[in-house]
């Protein structure tokens, strides 16, 4: 089996960097997303507490009875709790198995914007139970949305574009900021054949930018030869994946590379971990049309809206 390039880029060493070596750590990570499409993001300043405290405050929401959970409840691309057994992920073009759903719970926030089209900047819904999550998770996303796009003037960078190139294509973006509890397997019982915490997929968007906790039941990344293989963690380090869009937006030079979450372990029965996700998108209204070579890869994606695919890729992952 091969193992997958997925190095760890010091975003600080990046903010110091002249031209000259700003190209080479660009370039770096142009291998790793032919590769992977994955990589770990260190020196980015945001502290591990103020996810800890995320953590908790989520952690005290899902302990609620489901009856007051229900209160908060959304489907797939709403905004507030999406319960176990609702989401069912799956590779693009592939049916979900619903009977499989994965073994997760989530909250889920976005991006809010009041000028924007309330399809896509929907209100935010905070758990009146659990008044010290708002805080933190604001903090936190608008941290993550400055790395974003700090991310994004690198990748600009790698493909030799206007660093500005993406940056100026996102500025009207939604995202997607998803708090999974992936319970223990004392709580789910024995999974079902091929069932997972998160089933194998690719993700929709542009970049997800991942703070995940170490265990056994954790992320798995396809390799180039298809077998799978434990994603490197690194305490503190992000973990950062392209998306889909992006990757076609590349035309392919670049993987959105299929990953999973695995089931809970025997080896761990009371194994309980909380993923912060944040899935970063582009301008929905935008028309996502693949680079020629030789930027991109070679692959001619018809021209897409990106709030059509979003929308696709929601649809399929939902369970009723």
């Known amino acids: 089996m091969s193992t997958p390039d997925i190095p760890l880029f010091d975003i600080g060493a990046w903010r110091a960097a002249d031209p000259a070596e700003r190209a080479g750590l660009a370039g770096r990570l142009d ?32 302990l609620l009875p489901d009856t007051v959970k229900e209160l908060y409840a959304t489907g797939v691309g709403g905004r507030g709790w999406i319960a176990c057994g609702r989401e069912a992920n ?9 009977d499989r759903a994965d073994l997760k719970e989530t909250f889920t926030l976005g991006r809010e914007d009041l000028a924007g089209d309330p399809a896509w900047f929907p209100a935010n819904v905070w758990p009146a139970e659990v008044p010290d999550l708002r805080e933190p998770v604001i903090e936190y996303a608008t941290r993550i949305q400055d790395l974003y796009r700090e991310l994004l003037e690198v990748l600009a960078v790698a493909l030799g574009l206007e660093t500005g190139y993406f940056v100026d294509r996102t500025r009207k973006s939604p995202y997607t900021f998803n708090i999974n509890r992936y319970p223990a397997l004392s709580v789910t019982g024995k999974p079902l054949d091929g069932q997972f915490r998160v089933a194998p997929h ?20 396809q390799t180039l030869d298809g077998e799978w293989a434990d994603a490197p963690y690194v305490p503190g380090a992000f973990t950062v994946n392209i998306a889909d869009l992006l990757a076609r937006w590349t035309g392919d030079r670049w993987r959105s590379t299929r990953h999973r979450v695995l089931p809970p372990s025997e080896a761990d029965p009371d194994e309980e971990l909380i993923s912060l996700i944040v899935f970063c998108e582009s301008d929905m209204d935008r028309v996502v049309t693949s680079l020629a070579p030789p930027v991109g890869g070679g692959t001619d994606y018809p021209p897409v809206v990106a709030g059509d695919y979003y929308r696709e890729r929601e649809a399929a992952a939902s369970v009723d």
């Open 31 to 62: 291998r790793a997303m032919q590769d992977s499409g994955f990589f770990l993001v260190g020196g980015h300043g945001i502290d591990d507490s103020l996810k800890e405290s995320i953590r908790a405050a989520s952690r005290a929401f899902f």
């Open 90 to 98: 799956a590779f693009y073009g592939e049916v979900a198995d619903a």
């Open 202 to 221: 690719t993700d929709w968007g542009m970049l997800t930018i991942l703070d995940r906790q170490p265990g056994y039941g954790g992320l798995q990344v």
